[in-house]
């Protein structure tokens, strides 16, 4: 066996021996709430797509005539020819309504983390960041070559000592965190952390990408990144902040700089959410309270957004739980380490408008049956 063959075949048997090899499920989303499988339908409880607007008619069709009027992609980096009109409007549409002075569209909000970072601090700074941030903050902090300290989740102590011990050391200072934290559901202490920050003369980049269009913020960071392809349901990242800071950005971001622009099909479609999300602001208060009725219901602690986590210790519990939900037809997809810390492998249920209260109660009855909550019945062991 060629060497490179055998190196990838011996690490997909150390991942197959721990349950954590990835496999791809085709998966079409038919309706908002429900997906394909081969031929079965499923309830989904595990899409990002908060609002249900990735199906919504007025969204696709302001993709389809941005498509029809403009094709399919943007054909080259913003900084050459991409830099198509609808991505200023949106931009401009972004930072008036996360209250900021102005905002940089990018490909995803993966690349927004990866290109904004490295662009505003590197060797010789300092990054802080919360020990449950998203592995996209992760790679663009080490991406910067600064020194990386983590912060126990959401420890403003822990925080206030590190800043007092190390900022001293370090040119500049980032701190990194979400305000809803992907996996876990809960809020970052943003006004607590800007205060914390502030003294210390660091500056804070707080990721949005799942608290859009589902939570009122607390706080407004001075770096507000987010993603369009959560609550908004189509694809996309942004940051908005200060106008010279966006400046800077299009010269150094590096995956805006060096990538292709957004397609103006995504920016109509982000447009169009967004009208919705302002016209429409029941719907953003849905997905919470949808949470809220699943927590109440299997005696949870009350949910903080539209995730709900339900950790159920090691990767094979989880496989064998979420397949258990599978064969009620019930979708939420177990996630294992290393997306979640080992031993923490759980079932992730996200909330969307989209679901009604049958849904809800179907799901925490199902989860009470198959043992995921409460005591555990027989066949999870299968
Ligand atoms: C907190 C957080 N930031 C960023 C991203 C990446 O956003 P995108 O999917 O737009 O690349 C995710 C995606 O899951 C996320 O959870």
Redesign the pocket.
């Known amino acids: 066996m060629h060497s490179l063959d055998a190196f990838a075949a011996q690490k997909l048997a150390t991942l197959d021996a721990a349950n954590l090899r990835r496999r791809l499920i085709p998966s079409a989303r038919t309706s908002a709430a429900h997906i394909q499988r081969g031929d079965r339908t499923f309830v989904s409880f595990s899409c ?1 797509d908060y609002l249900g607007l990735a199906q919504d008619p007025r969204v696709k069709a302001a993709a389809i005539e941005a498509i029809q009027r403009y094709g399919a992609g943007a054909g080259a980096s913003r900084l050459v020819t991409g830099d198509h009109p609808l991505l200023g409007r949106l931009e401009a549409r972004l930072a008036a309504f996360k209250g900021a002075d102005a905002a940089l569209v990018f490909g ?6 990866i290109g904004v970072i490295p662009a505003l601090v590197g060797v010789g700074d300092l990054v802080l960041l919360d020990e449950l ?2 592995a ?2 992760v790679s663009g902090a080490r991406l910067s070559g600064a020194r990386i300290l983590t912060f126990s989740h959401n420890d403003m102590d822990q925080l206030a000592a590190l800043l007092a011990a190390e900022r001293g050391r370090s040119a500049r200072a980032l701190v990194l965190t ?1 305000r809803v ?2 996996m876990d559901g809960d809020r970052a202490p943003v006004p607590d952390l800007l205060s914390l920050a502030e003294a210390h003369d660091a500056w804070t980049l707080v ?1 949005d ?2 608290g859009l269009g589902v939570v009122t913020p607390d706080a407004q960071a001075p770096l507000e ?6 609550a908004l349901g189509g ?3 942004y940051l908005c902040a200060s106008a010279p800071v966006i400046e800077l950005l299009k010269s150094r971001a590096r995956s805006f700089v060096y990538a292709t622009g957004l397609p103006p099909a995504s920016a109509a479609a982000a447009l169009a959410a967004l009208d919705i999300l302002e016209a429409e602001p029941e719907r953003s208060r849905r997905p919470l309270a949808l949470a809220r009725r699943f927590t109440a219901a299997l005696g949870l602690p009350p949910a903080m957004s539209a995730i709900v986590p339900v950790q159920v210790g090691d990767a094979t519990r989880a496989l064998a739980l979420s397949a258990a939900l599978a064969d009620r037809g019930l979708l939420v997809v177990a996630i294992r380490p290393p997306t979640v810390p080992a031993g923490t492998a759980r079932l992730r249920v996200a909330f969307s408008a989209a679901h009604d209260e049958a849904d809800v109660d179907a799901l925490a009855q199902a989860m009470r049956h198959v043992g995921a909550v409460g005591a555990p019945q027989l066949e999870v062991a299968r």
């Open positions: 990002n995803s909000g993966y690349l927004a983390n941030s998203h996209c903050m979400e934290f992907s990721d990408a799942h990144l987010g993603t369009l392809s959560k694809m996309g990242g």
